[in-house]
Nanobody, 123 residues
């Protein structure tokens, strides 16, 4: 499956962005999806994940209550709605896909990765 992430940009603290990740090449509804981020000098970390049917989600503690992951299987797209953004949310955000049925929160559990989209939050 090929993943194309978009929606990043520069936003002021307190603002919002919505990231999108479009999938092509295989049946999107078969994949669990995740959003990860990597800030300069730091390891890639999970932001949010959602199972293939959308029934179960996971959020990193740092984004709970501010970010929402969702998917539209008819559009082969997963979204990350980011509200109340903080400067510490600045990072390159990646979407990823896994064929595992269970919810996956580790980067090693994902089989396919998008190219990343940069989110910069100014103070």
């Amino acid at each position: 499956v090929q993943l194309q992430a978009c929606g990043g940009g520069l936003v002021q603290a307190g603002g919002s962005l919505r990231l999108s990740c479009a999938a092509s090449g295989r049946t999107f509804s078969s994949f669990g999806m995740g959003w990860f981020r990597q800030a300069p000098g730091k390891e890639r970390q999970i932001v949010a994940a959602i199972t293939f049917g959308g029934g179960t989600t996971h959020y990193a503690d740092s984004v709970k209550g501010r970010f929402t992951i969702s998917r539209d299987n008819a559009k082969n797209t997963v979204y990350l709605q980011m509200n109340s953004l903080k400067p510490e949310d600045t990072a390159v955000y990646y979407c990823a896909a896994t064929l595992k049925v269970r919810l996956v929160v580790s980067s090693s559990g994902y089989d396919y990765w998008g190219q990343g989209t940069l989110v910069t939050v100014s103070s």
